[in-house]
């Protein structure tokens, strides 16, 4: 792809925290350590957690993402409004995951894949040739249908991975660690248990801490590929309580297979089909007047 020569980074004595936040996407990356997972986020001012942005967040322009010659997103115009939950719906293998690992720059982490087309992160360009793709996968962390602790980490370490890498001091550390993990509603289960392995925790709880890891280091976005496919319906409420509250200070991508959850969830609805969007709206219109006849048969079950 051809990416803008520089993008828009707004000027001015006082910016806003999002575009404090960009500003870090144009930094050089830092010195390669032990893999982090790309659900770790950059520090931000204690204040972003506070602010309400107003409009897009995050924008797709044209994107297609490529496995070898196989096109399986096919040119997706979508917008992600700020502080909101857009669920992403649609049949096995329509490209939901593969459109979703192109906003933070996975997709091309897999051999042979690529992508076209843009992905703003408010007025950034995430494909830009400046911006640091560690930095991008900072701000966008990402929880996995899987809950995928460190096996070798502690609790308190999980979280502090990230935070870590970003240099941040040991007491103020402490005090990070247990803001994400009680943002993530895990604090009170495991606060007398922090030195233990993070493996040693339920399904739900196991997610909660994969949350808690985004979390600690206040990304901008987070992406949740069917986080609730493998807990059980009590583990399944508190993330979806913890994705209502979490809206507040991140805007949520979410992809689910269950359209009760979209229901009770999102705020918005994008249903894809064979890799391209068929239509997005308010969910409540997607699951009762959708526009197409073809999102009208997904989600009264007539198939995928
Ligand atoms: N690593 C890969 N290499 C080649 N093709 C892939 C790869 N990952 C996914 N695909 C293909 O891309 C298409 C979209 O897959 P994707 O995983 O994005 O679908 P999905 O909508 O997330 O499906 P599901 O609901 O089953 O998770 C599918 O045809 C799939 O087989
Ligand atoms: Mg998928």
Redesign the pocket.
Known sequence: MTPDASPHITAGASPPAADIKAEKMLQPSQPQQPAPPPDTTASAPPSAASIVKQGPQVRLQALR?F??S?E??KGVDLEFPANKVTA?I????????????CINRMHEE????RAEGKVLLDDIDLYDSSVDVIAVRRAIGMVF?KPNPFPTMSIYDNVASGLRLSGIGRGELRGKVESALRSAGLWEEVADRLSEPGMGLSGGQQQRLCIARSLAVDPEVLLM??PCSALDPIATLKIEELIATLKQRVTIVI?T?NMQQAARVADRTAF?LS?EMVEVGPTQEIFTTPNDPRTEEYVTGKFG
């Open positions: 993402a496995y070898g196989a399986q997103v992403i649609g049949p096995s293998g329509c490209g939901k995951s593969t459109m979703v690992r897999i051999p042979g894949a249908q590929d069917e992809v297979h894809m890799g």
